[in-house]
């Protein structure tokens, strides 16, 4: 891989060829990860019976597993940024298999929450490196790139429902141990993915993200823009999560009292949401590398809002034709944020990955008991048609610069 010098200690790649074999790997660790966290939501039907939780208290069971990962991921994002570390992949992992075996054992709600956390620990340092590993191994294609990667992750929570009807209907909340093979799988092939991470940085330096034009981000006006921005990306991406927050979470519930559907039943229609979602992600980065990110983000948003106002009141069959639509239409601008805010900032990958993709994990958090507290408050139905509008802020994507002026902040230093 060849390397151009920026100063005295900082180099960055210049190979335009785009790792396949990395990519995929790293995909599947993705989606191995997120399977784990996906076991969580899963055992919440399971979760209210054994232990006569409240939504409310679901509700904080996915804002413990949500806000650790949305906290952490940054700081460990700007951490990697100045040093990174190819062998916290598979300690991270590591963190949320023991997670996964106390959940299995776990007796209290306390307990439950305690194992949440190393599951969330585990995520949080798994993202951001694992988004640079996709960044060192996209070559010119970082769309193509950070799309292979994010499918990985989504593919994994649209595992949920499968891991409800498949595993814990029948097993119950003990079968969440089968889940800590999944964790030791992903944790020995992120000590094979640690390894080439660790050649790519003694071939090109220590901190590789940092572009020689970061000079240019002095300038003031710039600067401003950037803050713009980034402000714009924060609300973006939280009316993507809170929608998310709402289906992944709580649409099961919607289901079984709208449509008098059985747990196993209404898994079907996350199922197909989530399912539809991990395609639509992988679309979005191929979609964005051809016809802008900006553009990309605007559409998934404006083309979805039809779908989702729709949706509380169609029939059950409807219903699953228009959670397919919005779960394709919407993501593919999951992957896109990532990369359009590291090129935003593009000598900080991982704290813009970290900040992004945790962002969404902390939006999600916040709106687990936002709307665990609404649906206790005043019901399941009237809160599924509030949330059909969310989507509405993706309006504000307008205000974003567009990918030839985000480019052209870099091109002269």
């Known amino acids: 891989m060849?390397?151009?010098?920026?100063?005295?200690?900082?180099?960055?790649?210049?190979?335009?060829?785009?790792?396949?074999?990395?990519?995929?790997?790293?995909?599947?660790?993705?989606?191995?990860?997120?399977?784990?966290?996906?076991?969580?939501?899963?055992?919440?039907?399971?979760?209210?019976?054994?232990?006569?939780?409240?939504?409310?208290?679901?509700?904080?069971?996915?804002?413990?597993?949500?806000?650790?990962?949305?906290?952490?991921?940054?700081?460990?994002?700007?951490?990697?940024?100045?040093?990174?570390?190819?062998?916290?992949?598979?300690?991270?992992?590591?963190?949320?298999?023991?997670?996964?075996?106390?959940?299995?054992?776990?007796?209290?709600?306390?307990f439950i929450l305690f194992s949440v956390f190393f599951i969330g620990l585990g995520s949080a340092i798994f993202h951001p490196e694992g988004s640079r590993v996709a960044y060192l191994a996209a070559g010119s294609r970082r769309g193509l790139a950070q799309s292979i990667y994010q499918v990985g992750g989504n593919a994994g929570q649209a595992l949920a429902p499968i891991i409800t009807a498949l595993v814990l209907v029948p097993l119950g909340q003990f079968g969440a141990i089968w889940f800590t093979l999944t964790a030791f799988l992903a944790v020995v092939l992120l000590t094979y993915i640690a390894k080439w991470y660790s050649q790519q940085m003694g071939q090109i330096g220590q901190q590789p993200n940092r572009p020689k034009e970061r000079a240019k981000q002095n300038n003031k006006q710039m600067t401003k823009e950037i803050r713009g921005a980034l402000?714009?990306?924060?609300?973006?991406?939280?009316?993507?999560?809170?929608?998310?927050?709402?289906?992944?979470?709580?649409?099961?519930?919607?289901?079984?009292?709208?449509?008098?559907?059985?747990?196993?039943?209404?898994?079907?229609?996350?199922?197909?949401?989530?399912?539809?979602?991990?395609?639509?992600?992988?679309?979005?980065?191929?979609?964005?590398?051809?016809?802008?990110?900006?553009?990309?983000i605007l559409f998934s948003f404006l083309a979805a809002v039809p779908f989702t106002i729709l949706l509380p009141f169609a029939s059950p069959i409807v219903a699953i034709i228009l959670l397919a639509l919005v779960g394709l239409i919407l993501?593919?601008?999951?992957?896109?944020?990532?990369?359009?805010?590291?090129?935003?900032?593009?000598?900080?990958i991982g704290t813009m990955s970290g900040l992004i993709v945790g962002l969404a994990f902390g939006m999600g958090a916040i709106g687990s008991v936002a709307l665990g507290t609404l649906i206790d408050f005043i019901g399941i139905n009237p809160t599924m048609i509030v949330m059909s509008f969310l989507p509405l802020l993706g309006l504000l994507t307008y205000l974003l610069p567009t990918d030839q002026k985000v480019r052209a902040w870099y091109v002269e230093s």
């Open 2 to 110: 060849g390397t151009t010098e920026t100063d005295k200690s900082i180099t960055i790649p210049t190979s335009k060829t785009t790792i396949y074999p990395i990519l995929y790997i790293i995909g599947i660790c993705h989606l191995l990860n997120d399977t784990l966290q996906a076991v969580i939501p899963a055992m919440f039907p399971i979760l209210e019976n054994s232990l006569g939780l409240t939504f409310t208290q679901l509700g904080l069971i996915a804002f413990t597993l949500n806000i650790v990962s949305s906290v952490m991921q940054p700081v460990v994002g700007m951490y990697t940024d100045k040093r990174p570390m190819p062998y916290a992949l598979p300690i991270g992992l590591a963190s949320s298999m023991f997670g996964i075996m106390g959940l299995a054992f776990a007796e209290s709600y306390w």
């Open 231 to 296: 402000i714009v990306l924060v609300f973006v991406v939280f009316a993507r999560s809170w929608y998310m927050s709402a289906i992944s979470n709580f649409y099961a519930f919607y289901a079984i009292d709208r449509y008098h559907v059985s747990i196993s039943q209404a898994q079907l229609y996350i199922f197909t949401f989530l399912a539809m979602g991990a395609i639509g992600t992988f679309l979005g980065g191929p979609m964005a590398d051809r016809f802008g990110k900006r553009n990309v």
């Open 331 to 348: 993501m593919t601008n999951f992957s896109v944020t990532v990369v359009y805010a590291q090129e935003l900032i593009p000598g900080k």
